[in-house]
């Protein structure tokens, strides 16, 4: 069992900065792919990045790459989120989840954190 818990999120305005952070608990995180997802208000969720267990290995939805940065510290179980160059359209819930190398794929998700961009 794996539990994700999201905060950093927040109001900023656009051209702002956030960092979420996503503190996982198990033992199995060192070994799990993780990702950020994200749903605006009337929307689907969508991909925003993922990283290997290791962190040597990401990838970034076309709509942030450039601005967008995932990493994790295994040491902490925590991955990251960092955002920067933030638009309106960024404005979403974002959720954080795990992949622990099953059928199920990301079998695992947080609560979320709203981020909010005003222009």
């Known amino acids: 069992q794996v539990q994700l818990v999201e905060s950093g999120g927040g109001l900023v305005q656009a051209g702002g900065s956030l960092r979420l952070s996503c503190a996982a608990s198990?033992?199995?995180?060192?070994?799990?792919?993780m990702a950020w997802f994200r749903q605006a208000a009337g929307k689907q969720r969508t991909f925003v990045a993922s990283i290997s267990g290791s962190g040597g290995s990401t990838t970034y939805a076309d709509s942030v790459k450039g601005r967008f940065t995932i990493s994790r510290d295994n040491a902490k179980n925590t991955v990251y989120l960092q955002m920067n160059s933030l638009k309106p359209e960024d404005t979403a819930v974002y959720y954080c989840a795990a992949d622990l190398g099953s059928a199920a794929g990301y079998a695992y998700w947080g609560q979320g954190t709203q981020v909010t961009v005003s222009s």
């Open positions: 198990g033992r199995t995180f060192s070994s799990s792919r």
